[in-house]
């Protein structure tokens, strides 16, 4: 089993190259693993967002400030989406922890502004879900 960073970190490549190449979720999960065993979460995150990526995007989107999601790097998206579904879905995985997850994958994959402006948006959004 990885831990948790780790299949969170696979499963932003994993998603990220769904988004670029519309691999199917098994294929990018597999082209990621580079030949590892798998891992629960790692699956249960790509698959997840994935399968709601309509209702994620949409989330992004009316909590996205003078932004549009067309206008966002890609990396900060796929961040984004990947903690919208913990935020959205993933009962088991408290807020902040969603939330301080993804600003330690931007500080590796995005830079320090994309930290920024993502911890902005993601806070909107657990704020969004828990007075709902």
Same mark, same amino acid.
């Given at each position: 089993m990885m831990k948790r960073r780790t299949a969170r970190e696979k499963a932003l490549q994993a998603i990220f190259q769904i988004d670029m190449n519309k691999e199917a979720p098994e294929e990018a999960v597999r082209n990621v693993l580079n030949g590892q065993e798998s891992d629960e979460y790692l699956e249960k995150l790509v698959k997840g967002t994935a399968a709601h990526l309509a209702e994620i995007d949409g989330m992004i989107?009316?909590?996205?400030?003078?932004?549009? !999601?067309?206008?966002?790097?890609? &990396?900060?998206? %796929?961040?984004?989406?990947?903690? @919208?579904? $913990? !935020?959205?879905?993933?009962?088991? &995985?408290?807020? %902040?922890?969603?939330?301080?997850? @993804?600003l $330690?994958?931007?500080?590796?994959?995005?830079?320090?502004?994309?930290?920024?402006?993502?911890?902005?948006?993601?806070?909107?959004?657990?704020?969004?879900?828990q007075s709902s």
């Amino acid at each position: 089993m990885m831990k948790r960073r780790t299949a969170r970190e696979k499963a932003l490549q994993a998603i990220f190259q769904i988004d670029m190449n519309k691999e199917a979720p098994e294929e990018a999960v597999r082209n990621v693993l580079n030949g590892q065993e798998s891992d629960e979460y790692l699956e249960k995150l790509v698959k997840g967002t994935a399968a709601h990526l309509a209702e994620i995007d949409g989330m992004i989107s009316r909590h996205l400030e003078h932004w549009t !999601l067309d206008r966002l790097a890609k &990396v900060d998206l %796929n961040i984004l989406r990947l903690a @919208a579904y $913990e !935020l959205m879905y993933a009962e088991d &995985v408290p807020a %902040n922890v969603a939330i301080n997850e @993804a600003l $330690e994958i931007s500080k590796r994959f995005a830079d320090e502004k994309s930290a920024k402006f993502i911890n902005g948006v993601l806070n909107n959004m657990k704020n969004t879900i828990q007075s709902s």
